[in-house]
């Protein structure tokens, strides 16, 4: 007989089956199913009926006054519905784009800020700069129409070289500020550094080189406007990692429309790593032409014009000294670091260099004091914004590229020279010299786990076998401590005009089945999988009833994005938070129904049971609180919760790396051999996509360390780098087969004991990659080769090494002929 829906339901006795368990467990990304089919949709996937598309002209030149545009010829040519130009966009009140981390210089003086623009106005800055927006009926009419808009420039001097950009003779990017310096800031304790350096025993001294890359996602920005002239609301359909700071910026800088008429939605997204974690000016400007053409506007970004538009990444030169023991003891560091910026400010550009770069410094050693000197410079070059690890691998580079250099010159092997350095487990939690507190790890265990990957005293062997053999084998490690998801009030006192929170929306709905509402966004994560796997295993119900929702402003409370190894950090927790809420929520309707009290409810094997045995299976739980025939009277129908999480404190992630590389010394050619990573990053939720991010980040860093350069030349401040005959990537056959190992220590701060992942693979391996180099090298008098370490470096490096002069033809090893540049180091 089917059940009366009119009649409550009661309790039940009939036992039930032990609930699944989803934490931990490595289960395949729901998501890739879809990729891996074609069924993704990514914007350029959104074709809307009388679509129009546009395109920019960009500057051709690195730096100049824009003299006059001539539109008549484009705006003539066969499909053209529109040319516009800063003049037009500013004469309707638009604005500019936002900066949300400013830095102010060390006295107390505000930061130098210029916005970038979403068009130059009457002056170009970079070549890319946008000049101009060309609309027609297809992208291929635009594209030959931008070509007829006609600009007279006068060109002006540029300067692009960060080591010379503070020259008493470079050309100065904004005049208005008589110099290139943006900001100048100093953290650490430099009057202690000076004097442990007077005394030190041993000092290690390096010129180190952040070279400059971007990411090249394998989706190219593109970006959809839409508006909607019966209602006022405009729709952006954007890849980009962060919807809800877009809108928030669409709002407040660029646009210039309130904020709830605006609607912004990330669909798939194919690759994020950082420059999709800032607003572009093509963002507003196709709402813009939406709205004054009555149609929908696509932009869709060639290859070209994303190499010269898309933020870049790094670019620091730092000078850099390590004083030591003559036991191999850390005593102090001290750097002196120039970061350029670009042209314009970006939405986090300046707070990579002045805060997420020097904190890392003291790793997972006991460092007693460290002083960074961190100047940020504009140049005529792309704004810089956060890529993979945003300051971070930075920072670890000259940490780790001293302590390597130092242990050979002290005669102490490089894992004992760590090992001598690491914080003991007993210290934790321990503050560093910068006052942060490390809640949890345990260094050693992490070197252990690595010396557990592979046979470091066969690698040794093997390395003077080959070198017998006229071979050159280089083994190089690295360590880091990342330090991430910055809290609200943390974030306000740095001067960050956003909060640190991220917010979700949980759903049961009246059928059981489950949605989650976050304000973070997945491209490449597998949030679809991992958060739904916290879901299912709080709730008790199957991980194919919990679906995920992200990358949409409307359905979704509020949210920060995708950035900085936060997503888990502060969405897992929120989660937790949600669903102990609703489960709370939920054994008071059943309390109610078994006539008990809600304390004495327990929720166990996907059901609630009383104190006398009877029980509410989940499901007739859900029934309860919609149905609402018999239900407690001051507690609201329903199962919905609404979790605004700011953490506690950040959070620290640790690893350490371990690279082999081989260096023929013929050609200059580098080859990564092999690879092994140990990561801690707390409870691991799957451990197949912290691999996977892993994966992604070690390739990201051997392409930084190896091949990727965005490079201009000095005198013209032309772009060399514009395709990708020119800017090289690492392919399949670059990359070796990752060993790869977790450690977990949990994290205090959080139930759930998570710590970030997604960018520790990216920010040790440059320097584990760079001192494996070295170590190849070492015996010829080469201590540093700049980054990218290109076969074209290393073979001038060889050749202009004073051991190469004396190799045979055959390239037999060099042995006693070490040479030490002057001025490196000191005894």
């Known amino acids: 007989m089917p059940e009366d829906p009119t009649m409550p339901t009661m309790p039940t ?58 539109t008549s010829a484009a705006e003539a040519a066969p499909g053209v519905v529109a040319v516009w130009t800063g003049q037009h966009w500013h004469a309707d009140g638009r604005g500019d784009m936002p900066t949300i981390a400013p830095v102010a210089f060390h006295d107390g003086r505000p930061m130098n800020e210029v916005s970038r623009p979403v068009f130059a106005l009457e002056q170009v800055q970079h070549v890319g700069d946008t000049v101009a927006m060309v609309v027609a009926q297809t992208r291929a009419q635009a594209i030959d129409a931008m070509d007829l808009v006609l600009v007279d420039y006068e060109s002006l001097p540029s300067v692009v070289d960060t080591a010379h950009c503070l020259d008493a003779d470079a050309a100065i990017v904004h005049e208005q500020f008589g110099s290139n310096l943006m900001f100048e800031h100093t953290i650490g304790e430099p009057d202690k550094v000076a004097q442990i350096f007077k005394s030190a025993a041993h000092i290690v001294e390096l010129d180190v080189v952040a070279n400059r890359i971007t990411a090249n996602a394998m989706e190219p920005r593109v970006y959809l406007g839409v508006y909607d002239d019966w209602k006022g609301d405009y729709i952006l359909y954007s890849s980009t990692q962060i919807p809800h700071l877009i809108r928030k910026w669409l709002a407040e800088s660029s646009l210039r429309e309130p904020e709830n008429r605006i609607q912004v939605i990330a669909p798939d997204v194919g690759g994020g790593f ?151 487990v007993s210290a934790f939690p321990y503050t560093t010299c910068f006052g942060f507190a490390y809640d949890s790890g345990n260094p050693a265990g992490l070197l252990d786990k ?85 879901v299912a295993e709080q709730l008790q119900v199957p991980l194919a009833d919990v679906r995920l929702i992200e990358g949409d402003t409307t359905p979704i409370p509020a949210g920060l994005g995708t950035w900085g190894s936060r997503s888990m950090f502060l969405m897992g927790p929120a989660i937790t938070r949600a669903t102990d809420r609703i489960i709370a929520r939920a054994k008071r309707f059943c309390a109610h129904a078994m006539r008990c009290e809600a ?38 129908l329903g199962l919905e919760e609404v979790v605004f999480f700011d953490p506690p404190d950040r959070n620290f992630p640790s690893g350490i790396q371990l690279a082999v590389v081989e260096v023929d010394i013929q050609t200059g050619v580098v080859k990564v051999c092999d690879f092994a990573a140990v990561d801690d990053c707390g409870r691991v939720i799957n451990p197949t996509i912290v691999e996977g991010q892993l994966h992604g980040g070690v390739a990201q860093g051997i392409g930084q360390a190896l091949f990727e350069e965005c490079s201009y030349d000095a005198r013209s401040g032309q772009l060399l780098s514009g395709s990708f ?13 990752i060993r790869f190992a977790h450690q977990e220590t949990l994290n205090p701060s959080n139930a759930l004991g998570v710590k970030g992942s ?70």
């Open 725 to 737: 005959m020119d800017y090289t990537m690492p392919r399949a056959d670059d990359i070796p087969s």
């Open 450 to 534: 690595l010396l557990g990957l592979v046979d470091y005293p066969a690698l040794r062997a093997q390395q003077q076998a080959m070198r017998r053999a006229g071979k050159f084998l280089g083994i190089g490690l690295a360590g880091f401590v990342d330090c991430c998801g910055a809290p609200s009030r943390v974030a306000g006192k740095i001067g960050r005009r956003i909060g640190g929170y991220e917010a979700l929306h949980l759903r049961i709905h009246p059928s059981g089945t489950v949605t989650l509402f976050c304000g973070t966004h997945s491209h490449g994560q597998g949030h679809e999988t991992s958060f739904c796997q916290i």
């Open 274 to 424: 950082g420059p999709r974690n800032t607003h572009y000016g093509e963002e507003a400007a196709v709402l813009w032409a939406a709205r004054r053409l009555g149609r929908p506007v696509k932009f869709l970004a060639s290859r070209s014009d994303s190499l010269m538009t898309d933020a870049h990444g790094r670019d620091h030169v730092t000078h850099c000294r390590m004083a030591l023991t003559r036991e191999g003891k850390i005593l102090g560091i001290e750097a002196d670091t120039i970061a350029n910026l670009g042209a314009y400010m970006t939405a986090f550009g300046p707070s990579i260099p002045a805060h997420y770069y020097p904190r890392v410094m003291s790793g997972l050693y006991t460092v007693p004091a460290v002083s960074v000197r961190i100047r940020g410079v504009y140049t005529n070059t792309v704004p810089v914004e956060a890529y993979r690890g945003a300051g971070r691998p930075e920072g670890v580079y000259v940490l780790e590229r001293l302590l390597e250099n130092a242990a050979r010159e002290l005669g102490i092997d490089v894992v004992e020279i760590r090992r001598r350095n690491l914080i003991p």
């Open 13 to 70: 006795t009939t036992p039930t089956t032990d609930a699944p368990s989803y934490i931990g467990r490595p289960i395949r990304r729901r998501e890739d199913q879809r990729f891996l089919t074609g069924r993704g949709k990514f914007v350029d996937d959104i074709q809307l009926p009388g679509m129009l598309h546009a395109v920019f002209l960009r500057s051709p030149h690195a730096r100049a006054l824009i003299r006059r545009i001539d």
């Open 599 to 636: 304390a004495q409810v327990e929720f166990r094997n996907r059901a609630f049971h009383a104190p006398d045995g009877s029980s509410i299976p989940f499901d007739e739980m859900v029934a309860l609180a919609y149905k609402g025939h018999d239900y407690p009277a001051d507690l609201e």
């Open 758 to 827: 997604g960018e520790s693979g990216a920010i040790a391996a440059p320097a584990a990659v760079a001192n494996a180099v070295i170590d190849a090298l070492w015996e010829f008098g080469i201590r540093e080769i700049p980054m990218p370490i290109t076969r074209n470096k290393v073979w001038r490096a060889l050749h202009n090494a004073l051991a190469y002069d004396s190799l045979p033809d055959q390239a037999s090893p060099a042995t006693g002929s070490s040479r030490k540049p002057a001025g490196i180091a000191h005894d």
